[in-house]
Nanobody
Framework: QVQLVESGGGLVQAGGSLRLSCAAS????????MGWFRQAPGKERELVAA????????YYADSVKGRFTISRDNAKNTVYLQMNSLKLEDTAVYSC?????????????????WGQGTQVTVSS
């Protein structure tokens, strides 16, 4: 069974930084792309950042571009989301996700496995 477990969420002041981690098991991590999603109350889930299976291609939502960085450490079966210059509107539950196959483009990755999510709350 594929399992994805997020950690690193919490309460942070606007302008601060936070790093989320997603540890994967039951999955050949290095052969899959990964994504980070977030969902705030009353809003649809959105893709925040994605990375392909090699780590050579990334995607960022316009709302986080220049502030967030996705990276992966295949030796540790872990993907990270470094969040800097946090804003109130970044408050959400953040989940990592994995597809069940490799894709030719990070832009077209579709996701089949999901973590439980970790709460990020940005305060003023």
């Amino acid at each position: 069974q594929v399992q994805l477990v997020e950690s690193g969420g919490g309460l942070v002041q606007a302008g601060g930084s936070l790093r989320l981690s997603c540890a994967a098991s039951g999955l050949t991590f290095s052969t899959y792309g990964m994504g980070w999603f977030r969902q705030a109350p009353g809003k649809e889930r959105e893709l925040v950042a994605a990375i392909n299976w090699t780590g050579g291609s990334t995607y960022y939502a316009d709302s986080v571009k220049g502030r967030f960085t996705i990276s992966r450490d295949n030796a540790k079966n872990t993907v990270y989301l470094q969040m800097n210059s946090l804003k109130l509107e970044d408050t959400a539950v953040y989940s990592c996700a994995a597809p069940s196959r490799r894709y030719g483009s990070v832009l077209t990755q579709r996701y089949d496995y999901w973590g439980q999510g970790t709460q990020v709350t940005v305060s003023s």
